[in-house]
Nanobody, 124 residues
């Protein structure tokens, strides 16, 4: 089982990125998918959750109105579109397959599988 987050990179303040989460060895539509980010020396922050059963999404206050979750028609990839990026968004971003409802606190989702992270760097 493997999850892979991709799409990170270096972007200027105010720019946008679209992160992808793809899996192998598991069906993403069987799990809710959480997105997290972590800065070295700081706690991991849960920032978004996609409910695979009904498409309901939830966002942390820190990214609300700037983040949009979506899924491709084949339900094999979950996307996290980030806009109006700020330097404080700089972090390694991870996706994860969770057994928790997206109504749960985002930073405390029960994760079954973690993906490899992707670095997002926002320059000022």
């Amino acid at each position: 089982v493997q999850l892979q987050a991709s799409g990170g990179g270096l972007v200027q303040t105010g720019g946008s990125l679209k992160l992808s989460c793809a899996g192998s060895g598991l069906h993403l539509d069987e799990y809710n998918i959480g997105w997290f980010r972590q800065v070295p020396g700081k706690e991991r922050e849960g920032i978004a959750c996609f409910s695979s059963g009904d498409g309901v999404t939830k966002y942390a206050e820190s990214v609300r109105d700037r983040a949009t979750l979506s899924r491709d028609s084949a339900a094999k990839t979950i996307f996290l579109q980030m806009t109006s990026l700020k330097p404080e968004d700089t972090a390694v971003y991870y996706c994860a397959a969770t057994g928790s409802s997206c109504h749960a606190p985002l930073s405390y989702l029960r994760v079954y599988y973690w993906g490899q992270g992707t670095q997002v760097t926002v320059s000022s």
